[in-house]
């Protein structure tokens, strides 16, 4: 079975191509849910790293994220500017901000979650075997290795 609306490109044979297909469906949702909230899936990401994280910059975000610095610079910038984050100078390195999370931020975690869990939900994701998990973790990690030692 071909994709439909790919005119042939992707082909749901490949698994490269289904698991592109499935993450721009999985970013699109999560985007449209955020900006009711005037964010977008790098500012939420960015919030929960922060979150999750604690002192980190902006060169954290974009290591972690796999972003470039410049779309982690567009996204703090905004996120400042909209009351979701502050930067302070670090005690260590005068150099570099330590990003910290508003109180608004903060509380706006639960809803990531739920938006999230929403979207899992919609999609039976809770349903599929113990195994296939398993072995998509593994088969995850394997990939980011592969990339990791070209660097």
């Not at 490269?16 to 790098?42: M, P, Q, R, T, V």
């Not at 999230?116 to 998509?136: I, P, Q, R, V």
Request: glycine share 6%.
């Amino acid at each position: 079975m071909k994709f439909e609306k790919t005119m042939g490109f992707y082909d749901s044979n490949r698994l490269g191509d289904i698991l592109f297909i499935f993450h721009k469906n999985h970013k699109k949702y999560l985007n449209d849910e955020l900006a009711k909230y005037d964010l977008s899936l790098i500012q939420a990401l960015c919030i929960l790293m922060i979150h999750e994280s604690g002192n980190l910059n902006q060169k954290d975000l974009s290591d972690g994220l796999y972003l470039t610095k410049g779309a982690i610079t567009k996204a703090i910038k905004k996120l400042e500017n909209d009351g979701w984050v502050s930067r302070e100078k670090s005690d260590r390195d005068k150099r570099h901000y330590v990003l910290r999370l508003t109180p608004k931020a903060e509380k706006f975690i639960p809803t990531f979650y739920e938006i999230n869990e929403g979207w899992e939900s919609k999609m039976g994701l809770h349903e599929l075997d113990a195994n296939f998990m398993k072995t998509f973790n593994e088969l995850t990690l394997k990939s980011i290795e592969l990339n990791l030692k070209k660097e």
